[in-house]
Nanobody, 116 residues
């Protein structure tokens, strides 16, 4: 089965930027849509961004204009570029494919912490 591993998180000051990566191994996911979710302490996991196999994107209102999701199918990798970060963006960020979201199947995620 394909494995999805998130990376690129860290500690950044408000207003800064990070780029998260979601690398797939064990198979290609170029024909799948991919999604980014995040979960902050005490809050539900929320959908942040989606990208289809053809590159069409959608974003949560809270990140629209600041975050950009993209993919490089040759590298089996999906990215989330996060700009103008805010403390409320602090969360564990997860990538996934819709089929696994419906199964409530998640990886470890990557921690993003934005300081004020």
């Amino acid at each position: 089965q394909v494995q999805l591993v998130e990376s690129g998180g860290g500690l950044v000051q408000a207003g800064g930027s990070l780029r998260l990566s979601c690398a797939a191994s064990g198979g290609s996911f170029g024909f799948n849509s991919a999604v980014w979710y995040r979960q902050a302490p005490g809050k539900a996991r929320e959908l942040v961004a989606t990208i289809t196999s053809g590159g069409s994107t959608n974003y949560a209102d809270s990140v629209k204009g600041r975050f950009t999701v993209s993919r490089d199918n040759a590298k089996n990798t999906v990215y989330l570029q996060m700009n103008r970060l805010k403390p409320e963006d602090t969360a564990v960020y997860y990538c996934n494919i819709p089929q696994r979201v419906t199964m409530n199947y998640w990886g470890q995620g990557t921690q993003v912490t934005v300081s004020s």
